[in-house]
């Protein structure tokens, strides 16, 4: 902010009147001088030139009967002019005929004369103009005269300087008069808003004085000031149903805090429950499978050739079933400790691990050997260990639900979106019931009869709960008998939450 902002409505009045009157007469004042100085310089050659005029007269027979001495004498009158200073007459082919000083001193004037005219040497004019007679040039007459125009003006600025200290005197007498008049009302005004924002009081309200336009200002600011009263009595009342709501609020938020630590508590018992199972069914559920797994082993290697070919069928069953339970429990642990496990992210190229993965899917004998095509797949920062284990899980599954086609085809594609990246795995192989969709990633749940497509039913809840980990989302399309498509989208910027 300048410093003419900071300054009261008084000083600006003072201001604005000084510098207007100050401008107005600076203005006239110089309009003045210049025409008094333009009008004293085309005074004084006039009366110069008339001079010259009566001297040529005066002079032109001295000159016609070559008479020095009576242009001398004529010329010696010019001392009743205290102007002039010296004169001089010329003859008509240049010479000087006569010439006077008053002074005495030599006359400072050319050898020979210049044109008609005039000019200013210094302070003094100089003036030529020629001798006619008879429409005849017989001379010309020369003259200096003082024309102090540097003075004049002195003069005339001292004039200016003292009507302008009067009349500026005057208009701060008036201003003065005026502010009393005109910002008494506006100081009033300022003060109470000052009270009001030191007080904080709007009860407070401005004199009415005048019925122009400051009366006007003092109207609208006492309707402001009932305006901000009635909004402070709103606002407080707002400001203690705002405590009052902060109090229940704490109230919630520490019954809130007491059930989220009960409700932690009981989370944490779930969990060391959930490690005491996943224990029993590593150790306990394993004793007793091992055994049936052996001795079933014993009874086919020893008594195989005892046994009719129902007993040797219903012992098939019972060691393949047994082989079931052992990856049934392999795949329960694996789903159990998923979700304890840390994060561990890092920058993946998702194309080179889908790659890598079903090569490694045909090194292992995975069912059938279909075509296989990938797309360029955008990278994204995730765990490489479960990820891996996404796509051995989608892989694995569309090569076994596309072995029984005539031609089979795995395709893995992605689309990049604004916040996140989808993925997918198309397959041309038996597809599923679009109805139970819902079901395919529970644990253990399965669309298709396992003496069909083998499997555990655990994989796809693997794959839900890795993406959902990473803050992604899985879905899949399918009809009957025409392939399948899983989806799974990760965010651009994926960590562990």
Known sequence: ??????????????????VTAASALLISGASMVYYELRDFRQ????ELSAQAAVIGLAAAPALQFLDPEAANEYLASLAANESISSAAIYTANGTMFASYSATGQPVNFPELPDVDGHYVDGNELVLFKRIVAGDEIIGTVGLRATHD????????????????????????????????????????VTAVARRVMEQRDYSLRAPKSTGDEVGLLVDAFNGMLDELGRRAERLEHSVREQERAEDSLRTLNAELEDRVEARTSQLEAANRELESFSYSVSHDLRAPLRAITGFSNLLWEDHKERLDEEARRKLGIIRGQADRMGLLI????????LGRKALDPSLVDMTGLAQSTFERLERDGANGRPEFRVGKLPPVTADRNLMEQVWVNLLSNAIKFSSKTENPLVEVGAIVEEQENVYYVRDNGAGFDPRYRNKLF???QRLHDETEFPGTGVGLALVHRIVARHGGRVWADSRLGDGATFHFSLPRETADE
Do not use: E
């Open 1 to 18: 902010m300048s410093l003419f902002g900071q300054r009261s409505v008084r000083a600006k009045v003072l201001f604005v009147v000084l």
């Open 43 to 46: 005074t004084g050659i006039n």
């Open 149 to 188: 125009l540097a003075g004049r003006l002195v003069d005339y600025l001292g004039i200016l300087g003292g009507v302008m200290l009067l009349s500026l005197l005057a208009a701060a007498l008036i201003s003065g008069w005026l502010q009393r008049t005109i910002t008494q009302p506006i100081s009033r």
């Open 330 to 337: 392999d795949d329960l642990l694996r789903f159990s400790r």
């Open 442 to 444: 529970g644990v253990f």
